[in-house]
């Protein structure tokens, strides 16, 4: 069973910046999507960012574009969530996630079905707030 391991939220001034991780127990590279979800407080779970390794292409919702990259460090089995001008619109618990199956977005990221993705980290807190 895939086991992610989150790390790096905390609490943030807007403006500021925050680099969440999230190790892997497999080899990354095996993976056809991984992706990083957000949950804010009373609301559903949304898509933030996704890489599909059918081609590499990294995929964003309109809300964090130009503020937030996912990247990947294939010798660490790691991916990572950039997030720099951070509003206090994103706060909430953020979670990564992974398939093993076929994937590539069909939909705007940020309305793409969790189900879509079996393998789910424990979930990382980011405040932002003054």
């Known amino acids: 069973q895939v086991q992610l391991v989150e790390s790096g939220g905390g609490l943030v001034q807007p403006g500021g910046s925050l680099r969440l991780s999230c190790a892997t127990s497999?080899?990354?590279?095996?993976?056809?999507?991984i992706a990083w979800f957000r949950q804010a407080p009373g609301k559903e779970r949304e898509g933030v960012c996704a890489i599909s390794n059918n081609d590499g292409s990294a995929y964003y919702a309109d809300s964090v574009k130009g503020r937030f990259t996912i990247s990947t460090d294939n010798t660490k089995n790691t991916m990572y969530l950039q997030m720099n001008s951070l509003k206090r619109e994103d706060t909430g618990v953020y979670f990564c996630a992974v398939t093993s199956y076929p994937w590539a977005p069909h939909l705007p990221i940020e309305t793409i079905p969790p189900f879509e993705f079996e393998s789910w980290g424990q979930g990382t807190q980011v405040t932002v707030s003054s």
């Open positions: 497999g080899h990354i590279l095996d993976y056809y999507g």
